[in-house]
């Protein structure tokens, strides 16, 4: 759990959105680490093409031991 794993993540989700899904606006991608909990937060956020609604996506990674 560092901030340049979280950094590494970030790229690639913007990346892989970026790459794979053409019909999604990527705005901000934002990784969190959280030492504690052994933890990535995770928020995207982003706009479907054509809709000016944005929208969220937030989800948590944890360590698998």
Known sequence: ISVLTADLMRDAIRDAITKF???V???E???VSNEFAHSYDISVYYEI????NPQT???TLYRVR
Do not use: F, G, H
């Open 21 to 23: 899904e053409p019909r």
């Open 29 to 31: 991608v934002l990784v």
């Open 49 to 52: 093409i054509n809709n000016a």
């Open 25 to 27: 606006r990527v705005s």
């Open 57 to 59: 996506l937030q989800l």
